[in-house]
């Protein structure tokens, strides 16, 4: 990974460590242009994604990230998160009719159990984060005893992916 010399070197070797761990579809993003819960232009985001083009275009172009629960999670924290955090809070109430639009799009499209982690920013403006999505035949249960197993490992090599990324051209 230090070795890296291009991005999509770096990408492919991130790709296939987590996949190890039965994360095979991730999104990360970073932006340097964050200003309260907008993240700017999306034509000035970093996005690195293997998941298909019919659970992107809806999620970027049609602007579905802007109501994920994880994004707003990752906003407001650090560290890594279960994505049970969604099922706690749908059990409350929390999410209004747009959180639940993305979350229904989700369960569509078999982006239903993970983990996501959000990166440390030295400054207000930048934020970047991952989303981990679990292989199919993989639920939440299952993904949480993976982590409680190799969840420090899994940060680790995510946050030196991050830092590496960001010195990249």
């Known amino acids: 990974v230090n070795n890296a010399a291009s991005v999509e070197s770096l990408w492919r070797l991130h790709l296939d460590a987590m996949a190890c761990f039965g994360f095979d579809r991730l999104l990360y993003g970073y932006t340097r242009y964050r200003s309260g819960r907008s993240l700017g232009d999306p034509q000035d985001w970093v996005v690195l994604t293997n998941l298909p ?17 994880m994004i707003r999670w990752a906003l407001d924290h650090e560290g890594a ?10 059990a409350r109430g929390a999410f209004g009719p747009a959180e639940i639009r993305t979350l229904e799009f989700n369960r569509r499209l078999g982006v239903t159990a993970g983990y996501t982690i959000s990166f ?29 197993k190799h969840g420090p490992t899994i940060v680790v090599m995510n946050n030196v992916f991050h830092l590496k990324l960001l010195t990249l051209p």
């Open 120 to 148: 440390r920013s030295v400054s207000q403006r930048a934020k970047g984060g991952i989303g981990l999505c679990a292989r199919p035949g993989l639920d939440q249960s299952d993904v949480d005893d993976l982590w409680a």
């Open 81 to 90: 998160c279960s994505w049970s955090w969604i099922a706690e809070q749908v």
């Open 53 to 69: 083009p019919s659970y992107m275009r809806p999620y970027i172009e049609d602007g579905l990230y802007a109501n994920g629960p």
